[in-house]
């Protein structure tokens, strides 16, 4: 299938909600993390989100350019080209953009998105998420009405963090304490800036104790049940059955009955990376450890060119990742629900 239409995204993201599982949405660096990404979702039968972070765009664009806009879009090509034979639907996203990046990334691919909509074409990303977590929340919101008007013109779709993720995220870092928690008042703030879809669609990064990257699991106490009273509380007051189409960020290390908690409560879309970076990398470590005389020159002789082709450590790095997908498409219930 080609990358989702902006219809067909917000049907993969009703049937998730409809069907109780999460779309697993996969940061990736490069065309072959993309590749093992697709691979991942194609073996598992199971739709998913590709997404690409704050430093993965500037590395994108080459150390040369550095420009985030163009290597977004210069992946967003490569995606558009290679997905469209893998037989799952698929939809691009970038991932949390603070403030300070919103005029060299985000606000460039929504202009450009609104280009493509004159021209009577798709976008590029489907989505696009606003980190406003270092904000104050009613700052935070502020830039939200904003994006989101953009994003309704785009035909995308914006992602919102309502609350702190605690731990360390492309240089957007923040303390594991109490302040990892969301409240019913910060989700009805929301609602009151934002809408619940009249305005333009959006999802939800409410906050349980979520912690990005690698921690110690002693020091996280993740609460899914936060999901649940917000849900409920909200919809009582609008007249909505889960009103919030939500995202589990900080997701590594999370136990199979956190996971199917929060997604029992209306997450939708789990982002993972920490887990598929290791899975890559750890693979290709594998492959130079035990091949380190063959992969370098040693004593003046000459290696092996077979042994240190980027292809003969791609290839099984990509396999190690796509496998690591599956395990994630299986645990979010995605596996087997393709719309395709």
């Known amino acids: 299938m080609p990358i989702a239409t902006p219809e067909r995204y917000a049907e993969m ?93 985000v606000r460039p691919l929504l202009a450009d998105a609104i280009e493509r909509r004159e021209r009577g074409l798709d976008p590029l990303f489907q989505s696009h998420m606003w980190d406003g977590s270092a904000l104050p929340l009613a700052e935070n919101l502020r830039v939200a009405e904003e994006l989101l008007e953009l994003s309704h013109r785009a035909r995308t779709i914006l992602e919102v963090e309502i609350g702190v993720v605690g731990g360390e995220e492309d240089g957007i870092s923040h303390e594991i304490n109490d302040e990892l928690y969301s409240t019913v008042d910060d989700a009805r703030a929301t609602v009151a800036a934002l809408g619940l879809g009249e305005r ?37 007051e609008t007249g909505r059955d889960r009103p919030f189409d939500l995202v589990f960020h900080g997701g590594s290390g999370s136990s199979p009955e956190e996971i199917a908690a929060a997604v029992s409560h209306g997450v939708v879309k789990m982002n993972i990376d920490t887990d598929t970076q290791y899975a890559f990398t750890s693979s290709i470590a594998g492959h130079m450890m035990s091949n380190w005389n063959r992969v370098l020159k040693v004593d003046g002789g000459y290696g092996d060119k077979k042994a240190y082709d980027p292809r003969a450590w791609g290839k099984p790095a990509e396999t190690a990742m796509a496998a690591r997908v599956v395990e994630a498409a299986e645990r979010l219930g995605s596996a087997g629900r393709s719309l395709a």
């Open 13 to 105: 993201i009703d049937n998730a909600k409809q069907h109780g599982f999460a779309l697993p949405a996969i940061n990736v660096t490069s065309s072959q993390t993309l590749n093992a990404a697709l691979q991942g979702f194609a073996d598992a039968e199971s739709d998913g989100i590709i997404q690409v972070s704050l430093g993965t765009a500037l590395y994108l664009s080459g150390a040369r350019v550095q420009d985030r806009a163009r290597g977004s879009k210069a992946l967003a090509a490569y995606a558009h080209e290679v997905a469209a034979d893998y037989g799952v639907t698929v939809a691009l996203h970038t991932d949390h953009c603070a403030a300070e990046h919103l005029d060299d990334w």
């Open 200 to 236: 333009g669609r959006y999802l939800t990064a409410l906050t349980f104790g979520n912690v990005h990257g690698v921690y110690n699991p002693a020091s996280v106490h993740l609460r899914p049940e936060i999901l649940g009273e917000i849900q409920a509380e909200i919809g009582a």
